[in-house]
């Protein structure tokens, strides 16, 4: 199953691109941060450390070692394209064996935000990979993730979500304020909604408990 096969048969009409629980109806909002500081620029201190735990913990509860996911990395062009040719190997480092990068597949689309492309010029490469959740140093790519506006490196600063096959999940810590979670239907994510109750961000919480309760 590609992308835009797993896209249409479990989320039609769905644009993959931020804020996707804003543009979904079976989904939640998980507060990551709490407490920031300008002070916390160390990956050892308190907030920085909850920002990791949160986001892994969410990722182990809905992401089974077996089981088959698509990694999707969306990287903007504002220029002429070319340094992006190859850039899909921004997940290399974060494989356990960099064979399975002869699966990785590359799109060329209209800028995913055109709202913000008055002129049209601008352009997205989408690149993704199929593989299985034991193949993804998913900790540490996690970690990178959350840490894009923290000024801790290493950091990833392209949009990264993860789409469970089985489950028919998708995944999206956007940085280290939060993190979306979206479902075909309740029931799959009706756990971890229960389990991480308290993480769910109270701005959109009575939203969230209708789809739930």
């Not at 109806?25 to 907030?47: A, K, M, Q």
């Not at 193949?135 to 959350?146: E, M, S, V």
Request: net charge negative.
């Amino acid at each position: 199953m590609d992308l835009n096969i797993f896209m249409a048969e479990n989320f039609p009409d769905l644009p993959l691109r931020p804020p996707l629980f804003y543009n979904w109806e079976i989904g939640i909002r998980f507060e990551l941060g709490i407490e920031f500081s300008r002070d916390y620029y160390t990956e050892n201190n308190p907030y920085v450390q909850e920002v990791y735990n949160r986001a892994i913990s969410l990722f182990h509860s809905l992401h089974s070692k077996n089981e088959e996911i698509i990694i999707v990395v969306d990287i903007d062009d504002f220029k002429d394209g070319k340094a992006y040719k190859h850039r899909g190997r921004i997940i290399s480092p974060y494989l356990y064996e960099k064979t399975i990068l002869y699966k990785l597949q590359h799109r060329e689309l209209p800028f995913i935000f055109p709202e913000d492309d008055e002129d049209g010029k601008y352009k997205t490469h989408r690149f993704t990979l199929r593989c299985k959740v034991s193949d993804l140093r998913y900790i540490p790519l996690l970690k990178a993730i959350c840490n894009q506006d923290l000024g801790i490196q290493p950091s990833v600063y392209n949009r990264i979500y993860f789409l469970n096959v089985h489950r028919k999940t998708i995944f999206h810590v956007y940085d280290d304020r939060g993190c979306d979670v979206l479902a075909a239907s309740p029931e799959a994510i009706k756990d971890i909604y229960q389990r991480y109750n308290s993480w769910i961000l109270d701005y959109d919480r009575e939203e969230i408990d209708k789809v739930f309760i």
